[in-house]
């Protein structure tokens, strides 16, 4: 049994912030009441039975993300599931879904299988995509049906554009049979010189080319025009550019099956961060111009981009070390990302909380559909719910430089920041307690 008295109830479907106690047992939320009036009478104590005062800091749904790379198999140096799940844990995320440039790929069922079983004992909610072709080749897709038998919650071959237009359509067509939801990474490498900045001044200053709006653009426009042709519903991962957000404004009015999702650098950072963090700002697609982020704001604000991803792309020191086009795109995200929604989207008036966490759990749980949504009319937490939370202060600073990942190639670190997870409950199970939890805390 798991108490929390005093805190104070995010509900990102009735976008509202109350003060109430939780009853949890077996998982379930089994009562919710005002605060102080929580019926305890009857029930039967044990002595690992725990009571939590939360003084007025904050419960949330479980954070969901659907798009993080865990490198297992295959580059487990970096991360493993393991690891990742804890990262995720340390972040307030109860359940994600792994992407597939691994090694083996995830396009075979046996693959996925072995994934899904780890996933099982990391005291999180741990599933994977299935890749749209072989080996990520782009050149023969995948028995969707049998990866989704499996177990794969969506297709992607996330890394690399699906550069022939006739896979991509045959891809949409197939997946739409399926019911499986395609994931996209959205840059036409011909359009690209040097990959993880953006093509304009800062690369300039660096000798390199960099990757241009256009190789973006131009692939978001192909694909758009594709799943309105095919019905298929697709994701636009990680968008980065002004135009590539209207291209998903104008026909998200028509066509509810195409979503787009935001990650926290991309809405908080620009081109700039690379002179002065250098690799650790060497993402795909890059960091663009402040009106590229500025528009991401707006996409966010006015729901053209529904979800926020984290893009979890741990690498160990030794390659983000190496010069500027040696050194591998990505930035580590899990444990950085509420904080940064709270500085850069809440504090700013971009979103409200209930707006933020819902882009953060509800919505990428709904359009992936892997569960933990079931809402009661409108309201999100009710008495019976599984007990996924994220117990967090989101008025405490903090400093960014303790990371449960094996990595920490991030432009964040050292930063103070705003937010603070402190416990995150899965099943009704703590799987992450911050050491610095300073809440009143006794056995029942």
């Known amino acids: 049994m798991l108490v929390l008295k005093g805190g104070i109830l995010v509900d990102p479907v009735a976008k509202t912030e109350e003060k109430k106690d939780l009853l949890i047992e077996d998982g379930r939320i089994i009562q919710m009441a005002e605060a102080g009036r929580l019926r305890?009478?009857?029930?039967?104590?044990?002595?690992?039975?725990?009571?939590?005062?939360?003084?007025g800091k904050y419960i949330a749904p479980g954070l969901v993300d659907c798009h993080v790379h865990f490198r297992d198999p295959g580059f487990t140096e970096k991360e493993d599931v393991f690891t990742g799940a804890g990262a995720a844990a340390a972040g307030g995320y109860t359940r994600v879904?792994?992407?597939?440039n691994t090694n083996p790929h995830p396009d075979q069922p046996e693959t996925i299988r072995e994934m899904l079983e780890k996933g099982k004992r990391t005291g999180i909610h741990v599933y994977t995509c299935g890749n749209v072709t072989k080996g990520m080749r782009?050149?023969?897709?995948?028995?969707?049906?049998?990866?989704?038998?499996?177990?794969?919650?969506?297709?992607?071959?996330?890394?690399?554009p699906i550069l022939q237009a006739e896979i991509m359509k045959r891809a949409c067509e197939e997946a739409r049979q399926a019911d499986l939801m395609i994931s996209l990474h959205e840059e036409d490498p011909a359009y690209i010189t040097d990959n993880g900045i953006n093509g304009g001044e800062v690369a300039g200053k660096r000798g390199l080319v960099g990757s241009p709006r256009e190789a973006e653009i131009s692939m978001v426009e192909r694909d758009l025009a594709i799943a309105e042709e095919t019905g298929a519903e697709l994701t636009i991962q990680h968008i980065s550019a002004a135009e590539s957000v209207e291209l998903v404004r104008r026909v998200r009015k028509t066509n509810p099956r195409v979503h787009a999702e935001a990650t926290p650098h991309h809405f908080s950072l620009t081109e700039e961060a690379i002179e002065e963090y250098g690799t650790l700002a060497k993402v795909n697609p890059p960091l663009r111009l402040e009106r590229d982020r500025l528009a991401i704001l707006e996409g966010l604000r006015d729901g053209?981009?529904?979800?926020?991803?984290?893009d979890h792309a741990p690498h160990t020191v030794a390659e983000k070390e190496k010069p500027f086009r040696e050194a591998p795109s990505g930035m580590s995200g899990l444990e950085t990302a509420l904080s940064l929604g709270i500085k850069y989207l809440v504090q700013t008036g971009v979103l409200t909380?209930?707006?933020l966490?819902?882009?953060?759990?509800v919505a990428p749980a709904k359009i992936t559909r892997i569960g933990g949504t079931e809402e009661a009319g409108e309201k999100f937490f009710y008495e019976g719910r599984t007990a996924d939370l994220c117990v967090f202060d989101a008025h405490a600073e903090r400093v960014a430089d303790h990371f449960v990942s094996k990595a920490c190639n991030t432009p964040f670190r050292?930063?103070?920041?705003p937010g603070e997870v402190l416990l995150t409950v899965c099943g009704g199970k703590p799987v992450y307690r911050a050491g610095s939890l300073s809440l009143e805390e006794k056995n029942i």
């Open 40 to 55: 305890m009478d009857g029930l039967s104590v044990g002595k690992e039975d725990l009571l939590i005062e939360l003084n």
């Open 97 to 100: 879904v792994m992407m597939g």
């Open 138 to 160: 782009g050149e023969e897709l995948c028995d969707f049906r049998v990866l989704k038998e499996a177990g794969a919650v969506l297709l992607s071959d996330d890394g690399k």
């Open 304 to 310: 053209t981009i529904e979800m926020i991803a984290t």
């Open 353 to 355: 909380l209930p707006e």
């Open 357 to 361: 966490i819902y882009k953060m759990s």
């Open 414 to 417: 050292g930063w103070t920041l």
